[in-house]
């Protein structure tokens, strides 16, 4: 695993926020980050789309030095109507999200 810092990975993360934003007619976006449980971390998307509003969030795993590795690939949706996992790309969230 290769571990990045995670102020690498936000600013990263803020460098794309205009342009998905765009890409998919968001309303609005924010960074969203969660402490899981042991060395878990979820990072990703907080999103407003057609009022509602959605968690989008991938696995990563943190080291002892707060750095954060990929765990796996995934996007999960986090909303009020409940939780999608296993999406691949942020093509298929959006799909996903569009369709409810």
Do not use: C
């Amino acid at each position: 695993m290769d571990y990045i810092k995670r102020e690498t990975l936000i600013d990263q993360m803020n460098g794309q926020l205009k342009d998905i934003m765009d890409k998919y007619q968001l309303e609005d976006i924010g960074i969203y980050e969660e402490e899981g449980a042991g060395k878990d971390y979820y990072l990703g998307y907080t999103v407003r789309k057609n009022g509602k509003i959605f968690m989008l969030d991938m696995p990563y795993v943190k080291d002892d030095s707060g750095e954060l590795a990929l765990k796996e690939k995934v996007w999960t949706i986090q909303s009020d109507e409940g939780e999608i996992k296993g999406l691949h790309s942020l093509d298929d969230v959006f799909n996903e999200i569009n369709h409810r």
